[in-house]
């Protein structure tokens, strides 16, 4: 299936730093929580196809590179 | 003879970035399951190869019903620091029909919901960026 790549349609200020649900071919917002599991528990009750995203701000630029060490 | 390698293309993904600009970024969607039970979060992860492991948003391991009480505790750091805790996780990638299961780092407030980084998806995947063209590609090894 072909996917929409072009998210600046569709994402606005009000999903930044949330969960959103995306519809499979990513071509709209089908809810947005800053909780995964309250999205989840909600959004599959309509729907379970959809990929979930969690929204950057759009005034950060990336830059996030980590290693991690154990206790 | 060379074994010819099969690529899965992909379009990078576009954001809205600082100054309304426009924000590449190599992002795919992986699902994620816990063995043994039938739940899965179907989610987007970026690849990232910065990073050392693969590190998901510890909300996606409460969706799958993981406590972290009985993980092991990890520290990440680099540009920023947070805490996480480690579980071994099914991972597939639904375009490649693979699967594999691998230690995640399940972090606490990351920015976005996950990175692929070099330990377990670059050991197993072949990536290609073309950045030129914002085309990606990915092959398994």
New interface residues.
Partial sequence: MRVN????KI?KKIHE?K?VA?SKDRTKVLDFDK???KL?NRVEKRNTD?????????????????????? | MAKRLKWQEY????????G?S??Y?PII?IRVSQKGTPRQ????AMI?S????T?L?A??A??LGIDPAHC?????????S?E?F?STVHLSLPDLKIGMDIPI?F?HN????G?L?QRHFFQRFKVRFEKDINKFYLSAV
């Fill in positions: 790549a072009n998210l600046t994402l730093e969960w995306l909780n995964l599991v989840s959809l990929v979930y995203m969690k929204v950057l701000r759009s005034d950060t630029e990336y830059c996030f590179s980590l290693s991690w060490q154990s206790d | 379009d990078y993904t576009i954001q809205v970035g600082p309304n426009w924000v970024r969607e979060v179907p989610v987007l990232d910065g990073t050392d492991g590190v948003d909300n996606i409460e969706r092991r505790k990890v520290k990440l750091g680099g540009i920023g947070v996480g480690l780092v972090a990351l920015p976005m919901e990175l980084g």
